[in-house]
């Protein structure tokens, strides 16, 4: 082998590090296991909040990112190893400080309105939140999928708040009368 063939073997070698470094790994089973915990989240939520036990919403919805935390970890983990790529290189680390560091306005934001007895926000809470991390892996790993996801999921929680807003209102209102009643 000369040099020139030795050369273009190594720079082949870099491109092919540097996708593989690179690759975006997202299975399909993680935003439904998301997905799933959301809408059970909402239930137990409106459950608990009709069964006069607002209290424990708070450890609800602690329980709910933990578990799927986790859940996403393992999955996106053996997703990657499948598929051969290093699950924890500098690109993907960059990516998960992205994504936790949006998150944990939305675990802020929900402890408010958890506190502010606006329940029915959350969930529209999580939508944009969620789709600000999507805009912004799309932006950072370049992925038209994340692109429409985002969009999609931004628009759907923006009509949540506003369809939910007044229902929220009038409940918060029948709320406050009812305490003052007593």
């Given at each position: 082998?000369?040099?020139?063939e030795a050369?273009n073997?190594?720079?082949?070698?870099r491109?092919?590090?540097?996708?593989?470094?690179?690759?975006?790994?997202?299975?399909p089973?993680?935003?439904?296991?998301?997905?799933?915990?959301?809408?059970?989240?909402?239930?137990?939520?409106y459950?608990?909040?009709?069964?006069?036990?607002?209290?424990?919403?708070?450890?609800?919805?602690?329980?709910?990112f933990?578990?799927?935390?986790?859940?996403?970890v393992?999955?996106?983990?053996?997703?990657a190893?499948?598929?051969?790529?290093e699950?924890?290189n500098?690109?993907?680390?960059?990516?998960?400080?992205?994504?936790?560091?949006?998150?944990?306005?939305g675990?802020i934001?929900?402890?408010?309105?958890?506190?502010?007895?606006?329940?029915?926000?959350?969930?529209?809470?999580?939508?944009?939140?969620?789709a600000?991390?999507?805009?912004?892996?799309?932006?950072i790993?370049?992925?038209?999928d994340?692109?429409?996801f985002?969009?999609?999921?931004?628009?759907g929680?923006?009509?949540?708040?506003?369809?939910?807003?007044?229902?929220?209102?009038?409940e918060?209102?029948?709320?406050?009368?009812?305490?003052?009643?007593?």
């Amino acid at each position: 082998m000369n040099q020139k063939e030795a050369l273009n073997q190594i720079k082949l070698i870099r491109e092919m590090m540097q996708t593989a470094s690179q690759k975006f790994l997202f299975s399909p089973w993680q935003w439904i296991e998301w997905g799933i915990l959301v809408i059970l989240g909402c239930l137990f939520t409106y459950w608990l909040q009709n069964h006069g036990q607002p209290n424990h919403i708070i450890f609800l919805w602690i329980s709910i990112f933990i578990a799927g935390g986790t859940l996403e970890v393992y999955i996106w983990t053996v997703t990657a190893r499948n598929r051969g790529v290093e699950p924890f290189n500098s690109f993907i680390l960059k990516l998960w400080g992205v994504a936790y560091s949006i998150m944990i306005m939305g675990v802020i934001l929900t402890i408010v309105f958890i506190d502010l007895n606006q329940l029915l926000y959350i969930p529209g809470l999580w939508l944009m939140t969620i789709a600000v991390v999507m805009l912004s892996f799309f932006f950072i790993a370049d992925r038209k999928d994340l692109l429409i996801f985002g969009v999609v999921q931004m628009i759907g929680g923006i009509l949540a708040v506003s369809i939910l807003k007044h229902y929220a209102f009038a409940e918060y209102s029948q709320n406050k009368t009812n305490k003052t009643s007593c």
